[in-house]
């Protein structure tokens, strides 16, 4: 069965050449940069209402037309999408931002945010044809890809960092994939990846290399704007490493204007990354479209230690457009931030996710934010994927012991 998609061909995002959206393709021809889906909005517009969503399941899968699946018996699906939004009022007025908002990427298959990129990617590499792909991560997306490519019946190559989280580790290895590790950082992994691709003749599924798994990180986007009564908040802020969660909302929105579904108003965005690996802040701070190579990083936020993003650019210009700004966050601070949230909020959330709180609390004290505004958090992932991340030492106590008044 059709899903009706009004996807019509694939652009570079650098020198604008054209693409066909239907045959396999990675980066660009011309200029080797990323591709983007684009789609035929007007149509889209005409054809699809608001109300038309109200009668469909609560997954991204929602929002069919606007995706690159052509043929629903393609789609490889755990239910993924429709992430609940709630509020941390406690948190909120302690950074003297009392409209806190948080939107919980953490209960999704996998556990994170990849689980919206892995379903439309797989399921588009799935309808194109691929057999095997590969891809370096720092273990999350890695994870995600090998279980969804293990229900599409793809082989899966996944080269992470060895430092990377014990659990995203597990959860690639028990898929089936063929997981390796390597002495170093993600771009290290990615050299391994980019030398065996035109070797082995597998599809790169590396981020931004291929079109489509910032399709899925869209939906976040299309979803923020639903669940907000089609009135965006006034800020958003994302956890940065390759971006493309950021450039995807971004993408989303102007899609959503472009048909006419929410106004002119877009939320300033603001890129957040840690201080031991923050190319974008600082090439936001110098006022640069590109960043440069983050020699040494390192930080408790794995998923954000990102020495160079392939799409640097693409964070930047949705930055720059919206007015929005780039923040980075010590570790200290991010891990301080983690036990707040949970403490006041009940929000246990992953360390990326908790250095936007701190971001909060900076950009506040800066007087960047005012206390009117609605500000939202995207929490990518569970605090339970990263257990080492907290530290506990309960006091022990002995069959027949009172508990203490504290």
Known sequence: MTTNSFMTHLECSKCGVIHDADHLQQLCK???????V????QAAASNL????????PANLWRYKELLPVRDEQNIVSFGEGMTPIFTAPRAGEKAGVPHLYIKDEGILPTGTFKARGAAVG??????????????PTNGNAGGAWALYSARAGIEAYIVMPQDAPTITRNETAISGAHLYLVNGVISDAGKIVGKAVPERGWFDASTLKEPYRIEGKKTMGYEIAEQFDWEVPDVILYPTGGGVGLIA??????????MGWIGEKMPRLVSV???GCAPIVKAWQEG???SEFWKDSATVAFGVNVPKALGDFLVLEAVYNTDGCAIAIDDADTLRAQQILAE????????????????????KAQGWLSGEEKVLLLNTGAGLKYPNTVQVNPPLLQPGDELPHN
């Open 30 to 36: 011309e200029c080797a940069a990323p591709l983007l």
């Open 38 to 41: 684009r789609y035929d909005l």
């Open 49 to 56: 209402k608001k109300e038309d969503l109200l009668r469909r």
């Open 122 to 135: 797989v399921s588009k590499a799935k309808e194109l044809g691929v057999q095997a792909l590969a891809m």
């Open 249 to 258: 909302i971004y993408k989303a929105l102007k899609e959503l204007q472009a």
């Open 273 to 275: 990354q840690a201080s």
């Open 288 to 290: 640069k479209q590109e």
């Open 344 to 363: 006041l909020d009940g929000a246990f959330i992953c360390p990326e996710g908790a250095a936007l709180y701190a971001a909060v609390e900076q950009l």
